[in-house]
């Protein structure tokens, strides 16, 4: 099972390009199952705020019942962990609690596939944080929990083999080719393949969010993926396909571009 999505899909510079001009934001979801043929996609938002259960509630509604969701971790969760002082963990239970509760609508539906944490790049591969990786996946409980790094530090056989041994899934990630940021390495630790392409836009650290994210990839790059995506998929449950490419709407095609290749 091989599903293809974007991270996101609520964009203000989606509309015209992607979308028809008239579209109401409330009519988005379903065109982007219905008009745009994906099954899945990825709720970003959640990484600024936890929303109230309503919206998922409201996100079910719009969608069949086999479209299914993953939601990225809030940034109390990932970035803000530590005290900026001391550098110790700081207590974040609640927000755990919190995020939890808003994702339970989906969860009870069986369409919340996976929780992804995104690491930011000062996350380094210490003793420290292999044993917090330990603690949110408790927290997560029967939630399925994949975790994307940004630092080079976790590019290692050691890393992949606790993932491995602790049922915790590894983002396989495409991204700038830079000194200090994650390669492209297609593994799975879990049942759950996931993959994630970023772009490459070399000016990755000094961009802002739009630039970092704006990049097209050409049918011969996207090529090069799809024997590692259905090898993936031949040792997985399922295999996620995200494109977060989304600056003016580069994510749907590169996106609906896989999905012609992979059918191939």
């Not at 934001?25 to 219905?34: I, S, T, V």
């Not at 994906?38 to 996100?59: C, D, H, L, R, V």
């Amino acid at each position: 099972m091989i599903k293809v999505g974007t991270s996101g899909f609520s964009f203000p510079d989606w509309v015209g390009t992607i979308y028809p001009t008239n579209i109401k934001k409330g009519e988005m979801l379903p065109y982007y199952e219905q008009n745009l043929g994906f099954k899945i996609t990825e709720i970003n938002s959640t990484y600024y705020t936890i929303p109230a259960q309503k919206s998922f509630e409201g996100m079910l509604k719009k969608t069949s019942t086999d479209f299914e969701f993953t939601v990225k971790a809030h940034k109390s969760m990932t970035h803000e962990i530590r005290d900026k002082e001391t550098g110790t963990f700081i207590d974040n239970k609640d927000a755990f609690s919190r995020f939890l509760y808003a994702v339970d609508p989906l969860r009870k539906e069986g369409r919340l596939t996976a929780i992804l944490a995104q690491f930011p790049y000062s996350f380094h591969a210490i003793k420290d944080n292999y044993d917090y990786l330990l603690a949110f996946k408790e927290r997560l409980k029967d939630i399925p929990l994949v975790v994307e790094f940004r630092n080079y530090s976790w590019h290692s056989e050691r890393s992949l083999t606790f993932l491995k041994e602790n049922h915790i899934g590894y983002c396989i990630v495409d991204e700038p080719k830079l000194k200090g940021l994650m390669p492209y390495n297609p593994k799975a630790t879990t049942d759950l393949g996931y993959f994630r392409f970023h772009g490459r836009n070399t000016n990755w650290f000094d961009a802002s969010a739009a630039e970092r994210y704006d990049y097209l990839y050409t049918p011969e790059e996207l090529r090069f993926f799809v024997t590692d995506i259905k090898n993936i998929s031949g040792i997985t449950r399922n295999t996620l396909v995200m494109f977060n490419n989304c600056h003016a709407g580069k994510s749907v095609k590169n996106a609906i571009e896989m999905l012609k290749l992979i059918e191939e």
